[in-house]
DNA sequence: GATGAATGAGCATTCATTCAT
DNA sequence: TATGAATGAATGCTCATTCAT
């Protein structure tokens, strides 16, 4: 359907809605308030409340599994790779703090709506494949179990809307270093800026 | 006031549907169907619906933070206890599996109830005060941000309830092992038991 | 039934929580606290919640009553008989401050449980047979309704509950007195004592 | 905000029901019935049950001050606005039946809701203050406690929604008349019409 | 497209009452 | 007689959703 004008500004009010107070915390009418529009209008762009968190997540979560859909079968090693996975990743929360946030704490890995689940388990398998090649090729210490490095690493990356400002003294381009480091057990100085 | 007799019954079910459903998406009717009890009756052992949370969330952040400080402030060298810290939080993990979910699904690092964020600050500062000792000793390669490397730590613990099936393949032990090993950058062969 | 012992104290605690809160406002838990007793054990003094408005509301009605129909059927001249309704009116409310409030307060005069509305109704009765009385003796000015004369008295005393202090500057004394003064349209002056 | 169309029906509802059952005896699926909506809709015109009280006393709060505010503060002799204030307290009675009851039942001379009782206290003093012009200038018989002689009248009026119908026999005038006859010592002749 | 009143189901909480101990 | 857990109905209030204007 073609979404009216006004529908950016209802999605971007419904993550900071959501974000605050989680979905099922959330009501429309803040989300209403937020835009800056009647409860009933909502309606006018969405068919249901559900309606509006897929949109929220969809938009992290599609970008995230196309790029890392892209990295993971592209060119070049594995440890570049994987960094720049972490790299994307921290883009993509950084664009989209908001969205970032609610998908994490309403989707991700949790036993709801399987519509949203299947974007999780892309990801994961993405990222984990590029694991098992770091693995493999030693970039990535050996005895390592994949599954749990890659969710180790998602993990990381999936806490910091928990407790990171990315506008504060730690900048994205450190966090990015610094976890791919953890991960590919680099102990490689942090390169800033 | 003595909780009566039943009161761990309501407790761990709480835990458990409020892990399903999350906090704000549970019904204390779902909570005493669960019990076997009238959703009336539950008001015979919590005065509010908030007073289950605290009592779901009371139990593993209590017992994490007294064992963090024990171990934060005890003997032996950083790696060690880093060790100690992990596997102590992949027990409290396996023993409450859903008391841990709803903890870090409902509270820690969001913006929510002050009275519960005090745990979450006191253990965090406690396991960065040892990843400190750790960087300065070597024991965690120099270069790393104390704070990021603590909330990378947690966030791939704190991850696991997301994931992790305690009675699958990969057991508490290689979890432990693995997690520890990742943030000490340390690529020691796994040891079990 | 008989009563058992602490029956004197369980409707003394009624009272008085059924005149702060209203009968309908008050909760048996409320009353159960004031007695020093648990909720449940009420219940072996009384039978219902109903039950315990009735053995408040008896105690003023009945002598309300009583003392009503000897002076009414007594002798002595309609205006000394107007002022011994008056003096007793006023020591009833004085001995039984909460009863009388909540009898009142819940059922004078109001469309609620017929058992209550009869003695409400015989008072009245006795009170206007005098003032009838009263007129006819030229005690009362002629011309006035009896029984708009009537509830003007009763108005005036039952008010007091509303605003007077027995313990206050001003004194039952004067109170009966300028009440009867009032109605009987004299402007004697105050007797005290 | 504006209260919309049906705000009317919706307080006019609220008093036929309070004054029925009592406010606490009342449920908002009472009212809504009455109404003829649904007990939710209710939330579209009020905030909380409390606000409804607000609403439904407000009415003949505010008109009654301030019609004894012009009395109390304008020309005439005593005698005169006496009976002025005895008219119009009369006329607001039966123009808001209903709610001069519930504004009776509920908040006059208890101690409820410090919000309420301004206007009982301001109405109280400036009758009193009448009445002590009224002992001053002789039509009130000296001797008198101008309180006690307030409260009397009061007590009077605000009887009067427990026995007096409006459409009786005795109507309105003679009411006036008599009540005001009674404080003033009167025994003038009652003026009908 | 916007409004805002209406709906009706659902929820946390209260409370009179029962009853086994 | 006292206790206090249990019951189950009721209540104030919320909220997703609908719809006429």
């Known amino acids: 359907m073609a979404r009216p004008s006004r529908w950016d500004d209802v999605v971007r009010a419904a993550g900071k809605v959501f974000r605050r107070n989680g979905f099922a915390g959330s009501s429309l009418e803040q989300v209403a308030e937020e835009v800056g529009m009647w409860k009933g209008s909502l309606y006018n762009y969405i068919s249901s409340k559900d309606d509006l968190l897929t949109a929220v997540i969809a938009i992290p979560a599609e970008r995230l599994t196309a790029e ?91 806490w910091l809307t928990r407790w990171w400002d990315p506008a504060g003294d730690v900048g994205p381009d450190v966090v990015t270093a610094q976890i791919a480091d953890i991960v590919l057990g680099s102990s490689a100085p942090v390169r800033t800026g």
């Open 68 to 158: 890392a859909r892209e990295i993971a079968t592209g060119p070049g090693d594995p440890a570049e790779r994987l960094r720049e996975i972490v790299r994307c990743h921290v883009d993509v929360l950084v664009d989209n703090y908001d969205f970032v946030a609610v998908y994490l704490q309403e989707v991700a890995g949790r036993d709801i709506g399987a519509q949203w689940r299947a974007y999780d388990r892309e990801y994961a398998a993405l990222v984990e494949q590029v694991v098992r090649e770091g693995i493999a090729s030693g970039a990535v210490p050996s005895g390592r179990d994949p599954r749990l490095t890659t969710m180790t690493l998602l993990g990381a990356l999936n």
